[in-house]
């Protein structure tokens, strides 16, 4: 049982380049998010799904897009990089504890962009 | 608006107690968690407290109080493992999280 695994952990672009995080969880969970994490910021919501064909924008969605064909998998496509981006991004699932969302997050995945 | 405050950074001593608190003001209300992160790794799930009071677990407790708009996360028997940043999220309305920048903990022998 790996949890919420994340790839590549890190990665340097050239700003207007794009790439795909990939984020794959096997624990069966309907709800996935993406967030970035930035210094002396709290965690930020790009995207999130609520199942499979289900996706729908968070607080900051400009430049980033998501897919959702299975219920493993959501991966985050930068569509052109900005030096902007360069941030922690956190894929993560969610089960039921108490009525309340509760999260597992993968490792992480470290972009810069120059 | 919404608006999630927790002190940027705490020192403590192993083997004492700590208590980090969060205030929070927040479109809705819908719980709020507690996830510990330690540096370079993913945060973790600790605490959701949806009523007022206190929940036990362990060395961990969670406290709320809605009215006041108010919690706290108390530590007791500080481990040096426990040094990490503490996250303070509420869910709002839309069932969205809410998160505080974290709150850095320092523990010294």
């Known amino acids: 049982n790996a949890g919420v695994t994340q790839t590549p952990k890190f990665q340097v672009l050239k700003t207007g380049q794009s790439m795909t995080l990939q984020c794959a969880q096997d624990m069966n969970h309907e709800y996935m998010s993406w967030y970035r994490q930035d210094p002396g910021m709290g965690l930020r919501l790009i995207h999130y799904?609520?199942?499979?064909?289900?996706?729908d924008q968070g607080e900051v969605p400009n430049g980033y897009n998501v897919s959702r064909s299975t219920t493993e998998d959501f991966p985050l496509r930068l569509l052109s990089a900005a030096p902007s981006q360069t941030s922690v991004y956190f894929c993560?699932?969610?089960?039921?504890?108490?009525?309340?969302?509760?999260?597992?997050f993968g490792a992480g995945s470290r972009l810069t962009v120059l | 608006g919404q608006n999630i405050d927790q002190p940027t950074e705490m020192t403590a001593t192993e083997g004492a107690i700590v208590q980090i608190n969060c205030t929070y003001q927040?479109?809705?209300?819908?719980?709020l968690f507690w996830y510990q992160q330690h540096a370079g790794e993913a945060p973790t799930f600790l605490s959701y407290n949806v009523l007022d009071g206190l929940e036990e677990k362990g060395r961990f407790s969670s406290f709320l109080s809605r009215s006041k708009g108010y919690s706290y996360l108390l530590l007791k028997e500080l481990q040096m493992k426990d040094s990490a940043s503490y996250l303070c999220a509420t869910m709002d309305s839309n069932y969205q999280l809410i998160w505080g920048a974290g709150t850095k903990l320092i523990i010294k022998p």
């Open positions: 927040t479109s809705g209300f819908n719980g």
């Open positions: 993560a699932s969610g089960t039921s504890y108490s009525g309340a969302n509760v999260l597992t």
């Open positions: 799904s609520v199942g499979a064909g289900i996706t």
